[in-house]
């Protein structure tokens, strides 16, 4: 059984940076590809970011390219989304999700963990 455990969100003003950690316990996290998604109120999860087994592909949703990055430690089993320039329609929950395949759909994403508050005020 897979467990995804995401960390660090908050409540920050708008231009502030947050970095949100994935804790996945699993033998070998380089074998998932890794995606970030978030959840605003009364809207679908989307797409915010993925990387690839062992990290040197990435991919962003338009939203939020050049402003987050999505990094990995697999020897930590760590995913990491670095935020920066924050603005208030960031303001979700963020969840981490754990999928064999590479894939930017939630749909095919196997594990998920429980989220993360991110609050962005302007």
């Known amino acids: 059984q897979v467990q995804l455990v995401e960390s660090g969100g908050g409540l920050v003003q708008a231009g502030d940076s947050l970095r949100l950690s994935c804790v996945v316990s699993v033998r070998t996290l380089g074998n998932y590809v890794m995606g970030w998604f978030r959840q605003a109120p009364g809207k679908e999860r989307e797409f915010v970011a993925s990387i690839s087994w062992s990290g040197t592909s990435t991919e962003y949703a338009v939203s939020v390219k050049g402003r987050f990055t999505i990094s990995r430690d697999n020897a930590k089993n760590t995913v990491y989304l670095q935020m920066t320039s924050l603005k208030p329609e960031d303001t979700a929950v963020y969840y981490c999700?754990?999928?064999?395949?590479?894939?930017?759909?939630?749909?095919?994403?196997?594990?998920w963990g429980q989220g993360t508050q991110v609050t962005v005020s302007s």
């Open positions: 999700g754990a999928n064999r395949r590479y894939s930017t759909y939630d749909s095919t994403y196997d594990y």
